[in-house]
């Protein structure tokens, strides 16, 4: 079974960095692009980052460059984002997801992880 | 990027059909067959719907489809069943290489 499971979420003051990690099993981890998609509480949802499948290319959104850095480690079948100089707006569920071509068609979603930045 | 435009909420009766419209432009989905919808129950994560405009992944109904004109998207339930109460979103590639999710769609079953 494929299977997706973040962690590091957490409540920390605006300005604050973070990282968050997402384990993979199931998978050829190494062949597939890996997204970052957040979800403020009651709001849609925003894709935030993705990253290749050898993690040589890099996509972030407006709204995170900059700030955020996705990265992986195939040996370790884990995908990172790291955050920094967090914001209130920032505040949301981060699920990790496996699209199944390129950016998108993503089929393999993690439960979530929280981030909540509010001093 | 805006996001691209859903209307805010649907509703309908069991066994009823709905559409739902997601429009975005020329640079996102008019210009790309790589428009997703999603579905996406309280407190769950999202689950691929349909994916490149109108392809059904295995195991989603044959209740559920999806079109394309220009730069509208629509996703259509046919046969409303009160499990079908959800949020909906839908997503396209970009012409600048990223990915735009429309504001989603609170779909209600009477």
């Known amino acids: 079974e494929v299977q997706l499971v973040e962690s590091g979420g957490g409540l920390l003051q605006p300005g604050g960095s973070l990282r968050l990690s997402c384990a993979a099993s199931?998978?050829?981890?190494?062949?597939?692009?890996m997204n970052w998609v957040r979800q403020a509480s009651g709001k849609g949802l925003e894709w935030v980052s993705s990253i290749s499948g050898s993690g040589s290319t890099l996509y972030y959104a407006d709204s995170v460059k900059g700030r955020f850095t996705i990265s992986r480690d195939n040996a370790k079948n884990s995908l990172y984002l790291q955050m920094n100089s967090l914001r209130a707006e920032d505040t949301a569920v981060y699920y990790c997801?496996?699209?199944?071509?390129?950016?998108?068609?993503?089929?393999?979603w993690g439960k979530g992880t929280t981030v909540t930045v509010s001093s | 990027q805006s996001a691209l435009t859903q209307p805010a909420s649907v509703s309908g009766s069991p066994g009823q059909s709905i559409t739902i419209s997601c429009t975005g432009t020329s640079s996102d989905v008019g210009g790309y067959d790589y428009v997703c919808w999603y579905q996406q129950h309280p407190g769950k994560a999202p689950k691929l719907l349909i994916s490149?405009?109108?392809k059904r992944p295995s195991g989603v109904s044959t209740r559920f489809s999806g079109s394309k004109s220009g730069n509208t998207a629509s996703l259509t339930i046919s046969g409303l069943q009160a499990e079908d109460e959800a949020d909906y979103y839908c997503?396209?590639?970009?012409?600048?290489?990223?990915?735009?999710f429309g504001g989603g769609t609170k779909l209600t079953v009477l």
């Open positions: 997801a496996r699209p199944s071509r390129f950016l998108d068609r993503m089929d393999v």
């Open positions: 490149d405009v109108s």
């Open positions: 997503s396209s590639y970009t012409r600048s290489s990223t990915l735009l």
């Open positions: 199931g998978l050829s981890f190494s062949s597939y692009t």
